[in-house]
C-alpha cells in the first residue's frame, strides 16, 4: 500500500532554515506528481507545492516563492522541500502527497518558527 514518512522538521528562528524529507513506497513514484501541503495550527489543510514527475515543472504558493524549493530523486522514491528564511507563518505540520488534496499522506513532519 502506498505509505509516506515526512522527515526533517523541528523548531526554527525566523529567518532560518530547514529541509523536509519524504520517502515514498508502494506506488510508482517516478509517475507521480507529487505535492507539499501544511497545516498551520486551528486551520485547513493547503497546498504548498508541487513537482512534476520528472521535476520539470514545479509550482509554489504565493507566500513562499523564492524561499522554498522542492526537489525529487526518482531514483530513490524521495521527495524534498527546501525551505529557508523562514517565518513564524510557516509554522505547521508539513505533508507530502500524491495528490492536491492530501487524500493520501504520511503522518507529517512538525514545523515550528519562532519569531
Known sequence: QVQLVE???GLAQSG???R?????SGF???MAWMYWLRQAPGKGLEWVADIGNMGESKAYRDSVK?????SRDNANNLLYLEMSEL???D?????CSPYRT???RGQGTRVTVSA
Request: aromatic share 14%.
Open 7 to 9: 522527515s526533517g522538521g
Open 16 to 18: 532560518g532554515s530547514l
Open 20 to 24: 523536509l524529507s519524504c520517502a515514498a
Open 28 to 30: 510508482d513514484f517516478s
Open 66 to 70: 523564492g524561499r522554498f524549493t522542492i
Open 87 to 89: 517565518k513564524p507563518e
Open 91 to 95: 509554522t505547521a505540520v508539513y505533508y
Open 102 to 104: 492530501g487524500g493520501i
